[in-house]
């Protein structure tokens, strides 16, 4: 996803200062376009592509202590016993984490469009967390469970 953000931010940046540097001094009738708009063509160009780039800066890392999460303007760091379970349904988009709270937590780092990378990712995922919680007290049961 980084990458694919990347070369989509870079070919924005391509394509507007192209357009920038082919916008002569002339004049259509109606409008005179100047070195001023080139400039600020190419800026918008710069500020869309950041735009894109800063779409794939997701991220996660884990460990055994917990997981941090970095999505588009958030970061949260939590720990194993605050998950209940690592999600990635067949249908989903991306990743998610189930909370003890009730709570869903997007793991926009994790993408289905990365196939293989993104199951490896969610298996170690999954991995961590069992590790941290193998040790975890067992609920007592309900009423219900016997």
């Not at 937590?105 to 289905?112: D, I, K, P, R, T």
């Not at 991995?127 to 067992?138: F, I």
Request: aromatic fraction near 6%; hydrophobic fraction near 55%; include cysteine.
């Amino acid at each position: 996803m980084r990458l694919a953000c990347a070369v989509v931010g870079a070919l924005v940046v391509l394509a507007m200062a192209g357009v920038a540097l082919t916008l002569r001094t002339s004049s259509t009738g109606v409008v005179a376009f100047g070195p001023v708009d080139q400039f600020a063509i190419a800026g918008l160009g710069v500020v869309l592509a950041w735009g894109v780039v800063w779409l794939g800066r997701s991220r996660v890392d884990a460990d055994a202590a917990g997981v941090r999460v970095r999505n588009l303007a958030v970061t949260r760091e939590l720990p194993w016993q605050a998950v209940r379970a690592v999600r990635f349904d067949a249908k989903s988009p991306w990743a998610s984490l189930l909370l003890e709270n009730g709570d869903e937590m997007s793991v926009l780092a994790v993408q289905a469009i990365d196939r293989d990378y993104a199951v490896r990712a969610v298996e170690e995922l999954r991995r961590l967390h069992r590790a941290a919680r193998a040790n975890d007290p067992k609920p007592p049961p309900l009423l219900y469970d016997t």
